[in-house]
């Protein structure tokens, strides 16, 4: 299981560092998002249309809804209106509301003998005319607020034995899927109310008549009062629906309700008392899932068909592109009689890359035949030249350490070791006879670097250089032969904490002086002695073009007596070794 997942990592590794791999995977996801997006808006606008639509079939049942109990309203108001029109009926009415039954029913006969009409002006005579007038009506109550008189009519006993309830200590019922309309009743004389007129509607015309709800629109319509007591719904009822009083007509909500999403539409009927809402599911709007099915098919659709398009597009190139980098890794390899086939067809840049590739290897198999063995040569000899200056032990260690490091690490460090290496030996190959003091102090640090990665961290290389001699010209190869002879002789390898300090300053007779300072094995008294007069008395040969004697003596003889190398030693405390160098002197122009 490990190793799959490594493979894989692997693979997707090697993928990535594909140049038309990640143009592929830039553009999949480009498009992916742009597509994404575009068909997203088109969907969020066809879906709001679609609820748009619905909600506005759905204010067209509210206006009818509407519509119905405000007719309702105006016929009663018109009937009550012809009550007044008649003395002798709104006296009926007011007598009857005013005095018991049968005080009433004497006043009757008295004025029914004392008419000349055969049609009677009593209340029930006026209910009949009105229920004539409208149908809808299934009761109608009429009450008075002094004595208490109650007289019903009923007229739909079966609508009015489902709307009726009980109400203890109330002349006036109340009543459920149902509602009731009440008009206050005058005598005619005073401003006053004697009485109330109530007629009773019986709510399940509503969902009978297609005309006032239709049967064909999304979704139904619910009756609320001003109590947000539910009185009627044409769907099935919903709890907590949000019934607001004080919003204004026509404004419509989004309600996410547990079982899902809701539309409502809402009318406050501050007259009779009514808030009308307008329930609309999403899940029944025609149009709303085939919607979102149609944008995720499209995404997916349209999503994989540019992305395989752009692929097969993209491989074509990626193909020619891993052609023409496998002839340059032959001829890397040496195979110089290699050439990239390219196409008359194609005429873009990578053909252009191709032909200019051919022409290349061309040219540099012809210079090879003229150049190769000559070059050759010269190579060998630099590289003697080489050898004869770099002390043997130094390349032997640094190789060593260089192949440790690989086996331990898996060849990390590798790089940086073989890095610096290369540096110094670039370094090392210059024929200058003098450069300026921040390339030999870089020469010393790249050397000092692979020092650091041999021991690890047993060496730690400390630089305090005045920045305004860097420009300093100096001898080539005065620094590393010192730091080379600490590390073979002065360094503690079995111990940490080994220190070097590389330290340039101005002395105050206007000479520089590098001093190159470690806490090593240091010497005794004695070879200190030795080396010093060795240092001073001996010859420099060829040979010795590396060692301290050797920089003493080239230092003596560009510059003077008073320079040179200078040393200092305790035995265990370390070592210090101090170059004086002048400043301004003819001899240190910087050569070539």
Request: aromatic share 10%.
């Amino acid at each position: 299981m490990g190793f799959k997942k490594h493979r894989i990592f692997s693979t997707i590794s090697k993928l990535w560092h594909q140049v038309f791999s990640r143009i592929l995977f830039i553009y999949s996801v480009t498009i992916f998002i742009v597509i994404s997006l575009l068909l997203l808006f088109i969907g969020h606008f066809l879906h709001k249309e679609y609820v748009d639509q619905a909600l506005e079939a759905n204010d067209h049942t509210l206006d009818r809804l509407e519509t119905y109990f405000d007719s309702r309203n105006q016929n009663l108001s018109a009937n009550l209106l012809r009550l007044y029109y008649n003395n002798d009926l709104v006296e009926s009415v007011a007598y009857a509301l005013q005095n018991n039954r049968e005080d009433y029913w004497k006043y009757r006969l008295d004025s029914y003998t004392k008419s000349n009409s055969f049609v009677p002006t009593t209340i029930d005579s006026f209910v009949n005319t009105m229920y004539l007038t409208d149908q809808d009506i299934d009761a109608i109550n009429i009450s008075s607020l002094e004595t208490g008189n109650s007289f019903n009519y009923i007229f739909n006993h079966y609508n009015w034995s489902q709307m009726r309830m009980e109400k203890e200590g109330s002349f006036l019922p109340d009543i459920k899927n149902g509602i009731a309309i009440s008009k206050p009743i005058h005598d005619g004389v005073s401003p006053e109310s004697i009485g109330t007129f109530t007629a009773y509607y019986s709510l399940d015309k509503l969902n009978k008549d297609e005309g006032i709800l239709g049967n064909s629109e999304v979704g139904g319509v619910q009756v609320y009062s001003l109590d947000k007591e539910l009185l009627f719904s044409s769907v099935d009822e919903l709890e907590n629906v949000p019934v607001p009083t004080g919003m204004s007509n026509n404004e419509q909500i989004e309600w996410a309700h547990e079982d899902g999403t809701y539309y409502l539409n809402h009318r406050v009927d501050y007259n009779l008392g009514f808030i009308y809402v307008g329930v609309i599911p999403e899940d029944e709007i025609e149009g709303i899932s085939f919607t979102f099915w149609f944008t995720i098919l499209a995404i997916i659709f349209l999503a994989v068909t540019v992305v395989l398009t752009g692929y097969a597009v993209i491989r074509k190139y990626a193909r020619r592109m891993r052609e023409i980098e496998y002839h340059m890794l032959e001829v890397q390899d040496g195979n110089f009689t290699t050439r990239v086939n390219v196409s008359e067809r194609d005429k873009d840049e990578l053909s252009t890359i191709a032909n200019s590739f051919n022409r290349m290897v061309k040219e540099l198999n012809s210079y090879i035949d003229r150049a190769f063995v000559l070059e050759m040569k010269k190579r060998e000899a630099e590289m003697r030249a080489l050898q004869s200056q770099i002390n043997p032990h130094f390349l032997y260690n640094t190789l060593e350490s260089i192949r440790m490091k690989a086996v331990i690490e898996g060849s990390k460090g590798t790089a940086a070791m073989t890095y610096h290496l290369a540096t110094t030996l670039r370094y090392a190959l210059s024929d200058k006879q003098q450069v300026q003091l921040k390339e030999e102090l870089e020469h010393l640090k790249q050397y000092m670097k692979i020092m650091e990665y041999r021991f690890e961290s047993k060496l730690s290389v400390d630089y305090k250089i005045d920045e305004s001699l860097l420009s300093l010209p100096v001898l080539r190869f005065i620094l590393q032969p010192v730091a080379e002879n600490y590390i073979i002789h002065g360094f503690k390898a079995d111990q940490q904490g080994n220190q070097l300090q590389i330290q340039v300053k101005t002395m105050e007779d206007c000479r520089v002086a590098i001093v190159m300072s470690d806490n090593g094995k240091g010497m005794e008294l004695e070879r200190l002695h030795g080396i010093q007069e060795k240092l001073y008395g001996e010859e420099v040969t060829s040979t010795d073009s590396i060692g301290l004697s050797n920089i003493h003596q080239r230092i003596q003889l560009q510059y003077g007596k008073p320079h040179g190398l200078f040393i200092k030693s305790e035995k265990d405390k370390g070592t210090e070794v101090t170059l004086i160098l002048p400043v301004g002197h003819e001899k240190t122009k910087l050569i070539s």
